[in-house]
T-cell receptor, first 116, second 111 residues
């Protein structure tokens, strides 16, 4: 149980385009989802926390107008990188917490974004 | 600010030996910790967790030790196997629906 999927797993896009990444909890309802980015050989950096039906909470330094997060249902959150540039190239990982009160979060497999 | 850090960036261990990966945390109010394993190009995988009311917890071939006095966490892997090669992260539950991750330790298993 507790499986989180992401789609796509790898995306290459041209500079200036927007890219949407989906994060789904497959066998549980995720009241809270988290979005991280990870640069090579570095740790995970939390970008934002999203709760179903409400606006995401962004970490300091993360542009909310550039990284649009939507958590419209208990099983789906999306991250849209708007007007992507090469410096946005990174590994984006989502995680999800269920609503049972436990603190464990389950991670998706990640999405590698390459902006040309 | 609060932080979670790791003492060693890279650990090389002979296959069959035991591995010990360390982590220091600074938030004395944290009450939940998790160890994750991340293989190249993949998302983090849950290994084991521990709450602050415990000082030891064992799983299959893995043991997590928590020393609240010195704010130190360790992950012990028994009989390390090639499949254990990965980057290991400790994460601290900051109590505000946010985890803080350490910098990570790369474990290399030597044949």
């Amino acid at each position: 149980g507790a499986v989180v999927s992401q789609h796509p797993s790898w995306v290459i896009c041209k500079s200036g385009t927007s890219v949407k990444i989906e994060c789904r909890s497959l066998d549980f309802q995720a009241t809270t989802m988290f979005w991280y980015r990870q640069f090579p050989k570095q740790s995970l950096m939390l970008m934002a926390t999203s709760n179903e039906g409400s606006k995401a909470t962004y970490e300091q330094g993360v542009e909310k107008d550039k990284f649009l997060i939507n958590h419209a249902s208990l099983t789906l959150s999306t991250l849209t990188v708007t007007s992507a540039h090469p410096e946005d190239s990174s590994f984006y990982i989502c995680s999800a917490k269920d609503g049972t009160g436990t603190d464990t979060q389950y991670f998706g497999p990640g999405t590698r974004l390459t902006v040309l | 600010g609060e932080s979670v850090g790791l003492h060693l960036p890279t650990l090389s261990v002979q296959e069959g030996d035991n591995s010990i990966i360390n982590c220091a945390y600074s938030n004395s109010a944290s009450d939940y910790f998790i160890w994750y394993k991340q293989e190249s190009g993949k998302g983090p995988q849950f290994i084991i967790d521990i709450r602050s009311n415990m000082d030891k917890r064992q799983g299959q071939r893995v043991t997590v030790l928590l020393n609240k006095t010195v704010k130190h966490l360790s992950l012990q892997i028994a009989a390390t196997q090639p499949g254990d090669s990965a980057v290991y992260f400790c994460a601290e539950w900051a109590g505000t629906y946010k985890y803080i991750f350490g910098t990570g330790t790369r474990l290399k298993v030597l044949a």
